[in-house]
T-cell receptor, first 114, second 111 residues
């Protein structure tokens, strides 16, 4: 069964450094998402992406975040200058349809900012 | 906020018993989904129920949806130790395509 994959599974970085989290969505999906989950808290929406542009973003998704689909398979989340509070599990998800359809989540990347 | 809230926050049962978790939300939805998350792991989709459906079954899972009360329940029958995990409901918005997750119910099934 096709699945969303994410790399790396874990990343440790120093505050102020840039990180890029990578995702390979399911191949025939058109909608892509990033969510994050701070330890012990809710899963929170960051951004959705369709047709090579951001379709929706939350208040969390400020100027330090950016997303890109650099080729036909990868979907990346870049954090330009990491802060301690960016430490979280980051989940990528993809979906075939905007509504009436589930989103399939990847296994997550655990980011630790020191 | 549209975010769902699950209750109870934590549930501990004996293997073989049924587990019921509830979810409430605040605004209109297209569909509601339940996800499972093992500790420190990703989210696994369990079941989707659309706003025009009232009940859905999948194996040992039974989900109900009451749109008038803006609530849903997830029943796991004949629980197993391997069902130990956190369970989240997620709702979409009628106009948006993001998911709103609840706080989750932490289920422990004691062998």
């Amino acid at each position: 069964e096709p699945e969303v994959t994410q790399t790396p599974s874990h990343q440790v970085t120093q505050m102020g450094q840039e990180v890029i989290l990578r995702c390979v969505p399911i191949s025939n999906h058109l909608y892509f998402y990033w969510y994050r989950q701070i330890l012990g808290q809710k899963v929170e929406f960051l951004v959705s992406f369709y047709n090579n542009e951001i379709s929706e973003k939350s208040e969390i998704f400020d100027d330090q975040f950016s997303v890109e689909r650099p080729d036909g398979s990868n979907f990346t989340l870049k954090i330009r200058s990491t802060k301690l509070e960016d430490s979280a599990m980051y989940f990528c998800a993809s979906g075939r349809d905007r509504n009436q359809e589930t989103q399939y989540f990847g296994p997550g990347t655990r980011l630790l900012v020191l | 906020s549209q975010q769902g809230e699950e209750d109870p926050q934590a549930l501990s049962i004996q293997e073989g018993e049924n587990a019921t978790m509830n979810c409430s939300y605040k605004t209109s939805i297209n569909n509601l989904q339940w996800y499972r998350q093992n500790s420190g792991r990703g989210l696994v989709h369990l079941i989707l129920i659309r706003s025009n459906e009232r009940e859905k079954h999948s194996g040992r899972l039974r989900v109900t949806l009451d749109t008038s009360k803006k609530s849903s329940s997830l029943l796991i029958t004949a629980s197993r130790a391997a069902d130990t995990a956190s369970y989240f409901c997620a709702t979409d918005g009628v106009y948006g395509n993001q998911f709103y997750f609840g706080t989750g119910t932490s289920l422990t099934v004691i062998p």
